[in-house]
């Protein structure tokens, strides 16, 4: 039996608790503070103590035990030289510093467009002080649609660009999701990327993006699905379309949608821009 509306108001009410309780994690996306490229000399990063360097395949910290640095894996301190080597796209929370409990700020090691970097992660960011949820348009049954998904023979990597001009980046294409929206007489088809256990992500365009007047919605967003149904029909909810990282901090690295990614209607569902200007 399908849930009744007020279920469905439900679930989307637990969906936004949760969303805004994970962006408000203690180092999560609203603490970044800077990202820096890492090159080959040892060299001092902003906003953390050591040298940093790479050779190309693996990163390298060097440290002296009265920096404060220590490993957040295990705790241990950072006293000479560490290393760590990351495959393209992968990230590791490597090494923590200050505060009370020698936590406040996590030093990521990321892995982008072939070059590794370093973000800070500071739990005391006036970002993460200042969050109480990302604005959104009242929920709309409406904007709960059923589609298709039409799976592609095999993988198609389409190259896209980032929220970072520095960093190309890759859609891995598995098939199309097809649909048709409210106030739209035609068809749509979105590329998908599939994620864990067959779920499917879609990036989009759509013509609330950048809108005036000020409080609409981010450049692009993403919508998540569960597997497709045997019958290969999945339930598309735009009311939990989310922003990006790259809409709460300039530090991300976050995946555009690829060309034809765009739908020609305003989606008045889900997250809007957290900044309105």
Same mark, same amino acid.
Request: proline content about 9%.
């Given at each position: 039996?399908?849930?009744?509306?007020? *279920? $469905?108001?439900?679930?989307?009410?637990?969906?936004?608790?949760?969303?805004?309780?994970?962006?408000?994690? $203690?180092?999560?996306?609203?603490?970044?503070?800077?990202?820096?490229?890492?090159?080959?000399?040892?060299?001092?990063?902003?906003?953390? /103590? =050591?040298?940093?360097?790479? #050779?190309?395949?693996?990163?390298?910290?060097?440290?002296?035990?009265?920096?404060?640095?220590?490993?957040?894996?295990? !705790?241990?301190?950072?006293?000479?030289?560490?290393? *760590?080597?990351?495959?393209?796209?992968?990230?590791?929370?490597?090494?923590?510093?200050?505060?009370?409990?020698?936590? &406040?700020?996590?030093?990521?090691?990321?892995?982008?467009?072939? $070059?590794?970097?370093?973000?800070?992660?500071?739990?005391?960011?006036?970002?993460?002080?200042?969050?109480? =949820?990302?604005?959104?348009? /009242?929920?709309?049954? #409406?904007?709960?649609?059923?589609?298709?998904?039409?799976? %592609?023979?095999?993988?198609?990597?389409?190259?896209?660009?980032?929220?970072? @001009?520095?960093?190309? !980046?890759?859609?891995?294409?598995?098939?199309?999701?097809?649909?048709? +929206?409210?106030?739209? @007489?035609?068809?749509?088809?979105?590329?998908?990327?599939?994620?864990? +256990?067959?779920?499917?992500?879609?990036?989009?365009?759509?013509?609330?993006? !950048?809108?005036?007047?000020? =409080? &609409?919605?981010?450049?692009?967003?993403?919508?998540?699905?569960?597997?497709?149904?045997? #019958?290969?029909?999945?339930?598309?909810?735009?009311?939990?379309?989310?922003?990006?990282?790259? *809409?709460?901090?300039? %530090?991300?690295?976050?995946?555009?949608?690829?060309?034809?990614?765009?739908?020609?209607?305003?989606?008045?569902?889900?997250?809007?821009?957290? %900044?309105?200007?």
């Amino acid at each position: 039996m399908a849930p009744t509306a007020d *279920a $469905r108001l439900e679930r989307w009410r637990r969906f936004r608790t949760n969303r805004d309780r994970a962006l408000a994690a $203690r180092h999560g996306w609203l603490t970044l503070t800077s990202f820096q490229w890492l090159e080959e000399s040892p060299a001092p990063v902003d906003l953390a /103590p =050591g040298l940093w360097s790479t #050779d190309g395949t693996t990163a390298f910290l060097t440290a002296a035990a009265k920096d404060g640095l220590t490993l957040v894996e295990t !705790g241990e301190t950072v006293d000479g030289t560490v290393s *760590a080597a990351l495959a393209d796209e992968e990230s590791l929370m490597w090494v923590q510093f200050g505060g009370p409990d020698g936590d &406040q700020v996590v030093v990521e090691l990321a892995m982008r467009a072939g $070059r590794y970097a370093v973000r800070t992660r500071d739990s005391a960011s006036p970002v993460l002080a200042g969050f109480d =949820g990302v604005p959104t348009y /009242p929920y709309n049954p #409406d904007w709960e649609v059923e589609a298709r998904f039409e799976p %592609y023979p095999g993988r198609v990597d389409v190259p896209i660009s980032t929220a970072n @001009p520095l960093v190309d !980046g890759v859609h891995r294409s598995v098939g199309e999701v097809v649909f048709r +929206l409210p106030g739209s @007489p035609h068809e749509f088809r979105l590329q998908a990327e599939e994620e864990k +256990l067959g779920a499917l992500t879609v990036t989009f365009h759509d013509e609330t993006n !950048g809108a005036a007047p000020p =409080g &609409q919605t981010e450049d692009w967003r993403k919508l998540s699905t569960p597997r497709p149904r045997p #019958d290969s029909t999945v339930v598309l909810d735009f009311n939990r379309a989310i922003n990006y990282p790259s *809409a709460f901090t300039p %530090y991300g690295t976050c995946p555009m949608p690829v060309k034809n990614n765009s739908l020609d209607i305003r989606v008045e569902a889900g997250e809007k821009t957290p %900044y309105p200007a």
